[in-house]
């Protein structure tokens, strides 16, 4: 399938017209690195927007960017990182998850809306999104939120586009918030808690005034190997309990003698300062123990959100039953459960117990084979999945973009 390139909007707009009087639904790429997450689609064309890869601007001091959808998120972070700034709600690199190439893009990041360990303080990737312009399933462009704070007001459209996988709009440009970095940061660590317990360490933690930044749990594990950040710890041979602090070094340092004193009843916690910190939050953001090119690469992986209370024994369960391997983030809120291969991915047994505790579980990795028999994302309920259908009718009418994506049968 030859990719149709664009250069701006107004491309855009009549690619779409095209595809919309002939009826022919559309695939929506920028660099392409997602493309194996979601239901297997049947398009006709594939629409690129790489080109569209200009920082239209950027304003350190306002703690504002805005860039084209089809702009590289490496480059966006570096020029952002040169200016001591960050998106502060971690987007996930799903490169190594995925095994594919380092070229996600920034309409990708929005579009898959996967945050990383710092959304359980900062918000996720719909909460840093003030504005976009876009093009919608009828043709047209149209521009949602603005450039400023208080500019976004009324009807907060451009945050429907943020997780929405490319199914409601083709976003050519978006504004983002970025936020300073913090000067320091400090990793507490404790060793040996078994998940149930880790849970209530961590939510002792998130509970304290000390304003942690992260918290997540690597359990033992007979199958992975040490993995970056995570490999100085001795993961995986024991099960570690890690909690973030950040900010000027010495409010760090203070907090992280007093909050290692408030889970004194959990161990004794070791301290691990700023770069080696970051690179086991590094590790965190992008599940590296479950990397493509690791010892569970061939092993389907699910992301399930969930209650946090809920969360130790919801992954104990899964990984005890199943022989599988879980990582926890979010403070028990986030699970990234690698799970033995098998023709469903174990989607019936592993939904039902997602449910019970109100939670929902996307297969975020699986071969096509497999993603063609199973619900990817998770089946909504008859009133939410028929409000759902509504608000993507009104900007896609004839589901000319991303057709099926995300609902396993709506691709002819």
């Given amino acids: 399938m030859e990719p149709l390139k664009v250069r701006d909007a107004r491309d855009v707009e009549q690619v779409v017209r095209a595809a919309l009087a002939s009826e022919q639904p559309l695939e929506i790429i920028g660099g392409g690195s997602k493309r194996g997450v979601g239901q297997p689609m049947s398009t ?10 200009a920082v239209t601007s950027y304003e350190p001091n ?19 990182d040169s200016k001591n700034q ?79 996988w490319g199914t409601l709009a083709v976003m050519t440009e978006v504004t983002l918030k970025v936020m300073p970095r913090a000067e320091s940061e400090r990793t507490l660590v404790l ?3 078994d998940d149930v317990t880790a849970n209530r360490a ?3 933690g998130l509970g304290s005034p000390f304003d942690v930044s992260g918290a997540a749990h690597v359990p033992n594990s007979a199958f992975r190997a040490s993995f970056d950040g995570l490999a100085d710890l001795g993961s995986p041979g024991q099960a570690v309990t890690l909690l973030r602090l950040e900010g000027i070094t010495a409010s ?12 004194s009843a959990f161990g004794a916690a070791e301290i691990v300062e700023d770069a080696a910190s970051a690179a086991i939050w590094s590790s965190v953001r992008d599940v590296a123990p479950f990397a493509a090119g690791g010892a569970l690469g061939a092993w389907p992986v699910w992301r399930i959100v969930c ?45 039902s117990r997602v449910d019970a505790v109100g939670g929902h579980a996307t297969l975020l990795r699986a071969s096509e084979v497999v993603r063609r028999s ?31 994506r995300l609902t396993r049968g709506s691709a002819p």
């Fill in 86 to 164: 960050q998106f502060a709600f971690e987007p996930i690199n799903t490169s190594q998850l995925l095994g594919t190439p380092d070229i996600g893009t920034i309409g990708g990041m929005i579009g898959a809306g996967l945050a990383g360990p710092r959304r359980i303080k900062a918000g996720g990737a719909r909460d840093h999104l003030l504005g976009a312009h876009a093009v919608s399933g009828f043709g047209d462009s149209f521009k949602a939120g603005g450039r400023v704070v208080k500019n976004v007001t009324g009807y907060d459209l451009c945050k429907l586009l943020a997780g929405s």
């Fill in 44 to 53: 006709n064309a594939l629409l690129d927007l790489s080109a569209l890869n």
């Fill in 307 to 351: 209650p946090p209370a809920s969360g130790g024994a919801l992954g104990q369960a899964l990984s005890r039953d199943t022989g599988g391997d879980v990582i926890y983030d979010w403070g028990g809120g986030l699970i990234w459960a690698a799970l033995p291969p098998s023709a469903d991915a174990s989607a019936g047994m592993l939904r």
């Fill in 374 to 404: 199973v619900d990817v994302f998770h089946p909504q309920e008859g009133g939410l999945a028929s409000l759902s259908e509504r608000v993507r009718h009104s900007f896609d009418p004839k589901n000319i973009l991303n057709r099926g």
């Fill in 202 to 204: 961590m939510t002792a």
């Fill in 62 to 80: 306002e703690l504002i960017i805005t860039v084209q959808a089809g702009a590289p998120l490496g480059d966006v972070k570096s020029l952002i």
């Fill in 252 to 263: 760090a340092v203070h907090r992280a003698a007093l909050l290692s004193e408030v889970l």
């Fill in 191 to 193: 060793r040996g808690l």
